[in-house]
């Protein structure tokens, strides 16, 4: 019986734990608007997105890095 007891009241106690977490927890909408806002932009030449800001836009196209705008640049003139 004492250990029914026992196992009872730790499960009560759990409960009550978690419940005390859930309430205290607070989340932080701004994250959420934050990635949605954030516009990703695909590199032409190597096909890895990256953030738009980060982004270099040249002849309507987007490249992560100077270097891969001069060699899609190289490609495109072979």
């Known amino acids: 019986m004492s250990l029914l007891r026992l196992l ?3 499960g009560i106690i759990w409960l009550l734990y978690r419940l005390i977490k859930k309430l205290t927890f607070k989340r ?5 608007k934050t990635l949605e ?6 590199c032409t030449y190597c096909d ?3 953030i738009r800001q ?3 836009f040249r002849e309507d196209n ?3 890095s100077p270097e891969h705008y001069e060699k899609h640049k190289q490609k495109d003139s072979e």
Not at 28 to 32: E, S
């Open 8 to 10: 009872f009241i730790a």
């Open 48 to 50: 890895t997105y990256i």
């Open 54 to 56: 980060d982004a270099c």
């Open 62 to 64: 987007y490249f992560c």
């Open 28 to 32: 932080n909408p701004d994250i959420r």
């Open 37 to 42: 806002t954030t516009h990703m932009a695909r």
